[in-house]
């Protein structure tokens, strides 16, 4: 099972809790490893301190809640266009795209804020739907 199937079927109480705890730096990189990813490329998209993550690994620390919680968003997102896309590839891509209806953003970029992630959610699913393209 891979870490964002682990972490997006997590019960909501228990998503809670492992985010206030903190994610280990090891699930981060996992998660920008299916969205072929740098962890460098991809804290720079979730706004994360590389030189933060840097020293979380190195400590073997969590990440604290803010930046544990931007991961589970990507990983939401993710998930969500792996629902649409045929292959882990092709939703990735899509993910990274630019697109017109998110003001030429590309989803993954809105989901370091809560209103950024609902309207990439929005989107996803009106693809989903055939709404969009």
Known sequence: MSAITELVDL???EQISLLRA???????DE??????????????????SIRTLNRKKKEAARLG???SERV???ARLHH?????????????QWLLTPAAPLGGAAPLDLSDTDVGMAQ???????????MFQ
Do not use: C, N, W
Not at 22 to 28: A, D, K, S, T
Not at 32 to 37: P, S, T
Not at 122 to 129: H, Q, T, W
């Open 65 to 67: 809640p803010t930046e």
């Open 120 to 130: 990439a959610e929005s989107f996803i699913m009106g693809v989903g739907y055939g």
């Open 31 to 48: 998660v920008a490893q299916a969205y072929g990813l740098t962890r460098e490329a991809f804290a720079q998209r979730l706004r994360i």
């Open 80 to 92: 969500h266009a792996r629902l649409v896309y045929a292959t882990d590839e092709a939703a990735a």
């Open 22 to 28: 903190g994610i280990l730096p090891e699930v981060f």
């Open 72 to 74: 589970l968003r990507a």
């Open 11 to 13: 019960p909501p109480r």
